[in-house]
């Protein structure tokens, strides 16, 4: 496995929708296995493929990880087949804006449909937190990012400090919160 560079906001690769998966073989598996090991290595609890700069439909996601424990999961070409009316707020981060978070609102439920890493379709409904995560990767796929979520004046302010500690070079920093 191996650990691959984050794509860092503001960048126009994040922008871009992803591309369905035909065929789960090796090189999915071993996407997969590589994003987790980035995901774990920057402390995130959720990555999209696009998030290292690779433009298929796959996510990882470990909500474990949070309470010490370690439950990896894996989605190809994830969809949302149903959520809830009622909605909740979470204080969103991503790793591909670090240290920037903002109260996203979102269904409280949803049931998403995928392929597992053998290729088999898989049904999971989620809730909570696992919830949360999994609409915030799916939209990475679709080339939406968690900052589309709020205002225009709150993104701006986001996308003008990352774009400020890119350039001198203070991108570095691990995030200090669990972040997808
Ligand atoms: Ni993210």
Known sequence: ??????VIAPDERLNIASTKVEVVD????????????TMYANDGIGLAA????VHKRCVVVDVAVRDGGKEPMKFINPEIVK??????????????FPDQYSDVVRPETVTV???DENGAEKTIEAS??????????????NGIVFV???????RDIILRKLKKA??????EELPTHPTV
């Open 1 to 6: 496995m191996t650990i691959r560079p984050l």
């Open 26 to 37: 090796d090189s999915i598996r071993t996407l997969l296995n590589d994003m987790l090991e």
């Open 50 to 53: 696009v998030q290292i700069g």
């Open 83 to 96: 959520n809830s009316e009622a909605e909740s707020v979470f204080a969103e981060g991503c790793l591909s």
């Open 113 to 115: 449909r995928y392929l």
């Open 128 to 141: 909570g937190i696992l919830a949360t995560c999994l609409q915030h990767e799916i939209d990475h796929t």
């Open 148 to 154: 589309d979520h709020i205002s225009k004046m709150k």
């Open 166 to 171: 890119k350039r001198f070079g203070l991108i």
